[in-house]
């Protein structure tokens, strides 16, 4: 790899909230060794409130956060993914584009929070259920030996952390 970050892509369907508060959770949990970044099918006009706020309530980084297309990362001037991580069960089950570099690709579905209705706090307590459930697997992942684990046994591992 030549000393860079492993790159890892989380997608949505709208890149609104679950994959954009992984992306943000995999840029400070994994320090450099790991350098994420997010897109949906079909990204909403911008990041879902609640979600900026409980990255802010956790006090993770929110400046320049937007949603994607996911094309933008077929492109050939885009960066070549390690893993492409799909966080919502619509986006795991669309024809997803061919990501150059051959990803490993896993499923890794969380409850979509901008769906659940309830009062604010609610919603605010939902949004901070769904970041905790991320945040445990992104540091079960950038805490896996990466570079010593053959590529069926890596698979294995970042297959089965999306079921805890």
Same mark, same amino acid.
């Given at each position: 790899?030549?000393?860079r970050?492993?790159?890892?892509?989380?997608?949505?369907?709208h890149?609104?909230?679950r994959?954009?508060m992984?992306?943000?959770?995999?840029?400070?949990?994994?320090?450099?060794?790991?350098?994420?970044?997010?897109?949906?099918?079909?990204?909403?006009?911008?990041?879902?409130?609640? %979600?900026?706020?409980?990255?802010? =309530?956790?006090r993770?980084? &929110?400046?320049?956060?937007?949603s +994607?297309?996911?094309?933008?990362f077929?492109?050939?001037?885009a960066?070549?993914?390690?893993?492409?991580l799909?966080v919502?069960?619509?986006a795991?089950?669309?024809?997803?584009?061919?990501?150059?570099?051959?990803p490993?690709?896993?499923?890794?579905?969380?409850?979509?929070?901008?769906?659940?209705?309830?009062?604010?706090?609610?919603?605010?307590?939902?949004?901070?259920?769904? %970041?905790?459930?991320?945040?445990? =697997?992104?540091?079960?992942? &950038?805490?896996?030996?990466?570079? +010593?684990?053959?590529?069926?046994?890596?698979?294995?591992h970042?297959?089965s952390?999306?079921?805890?």
């Amino acid at each position: 790899m030549g000393g860079r970050p492993y790159n890892v892509l989380f997608l949505c369907t709208h890149n609104s909230a679950r994959s954009i508060m992984a992306e943000v959770i995999i840029n400070y949990v994994g320090r450099g060794k790991f350098k994420g970044f997010s897109a949906g099918s079909h990204p909403a006009t911008a990041p879902n409130h609640f %979600a900026l706020a409980t990255l802010q =309530r956790l006090r993770f980084p &929110t400046e320049g956060l937007y949603s +994607k297309n996911w094309d933008a990362f077929t492109k050939p001037d885009a960066p070549v993914m390690d893993f492409v991580l799909t966080v919502c069960d619509d986006a795991a089950g669309e024809v997803c584009p061919v990501w150059p570099g051959q990803p490993m690709i896993a499923h890794w579905g969380v409850e979509d929070p901008s769906r659940f209705e309830g009062s604010d706090e609610e919603k605010s307590r939902e949004f901070l259920r769904v %970041a905790n459930i991320l945040k445990r =697997r992104i540091e079960l992942f &950038t805490s896996l030996p990466v570079d +010593k684990l053959d590529r069926l046994s890596l698979q294995g591992h970042v297959t089965s952390i999306g079921r805890q």
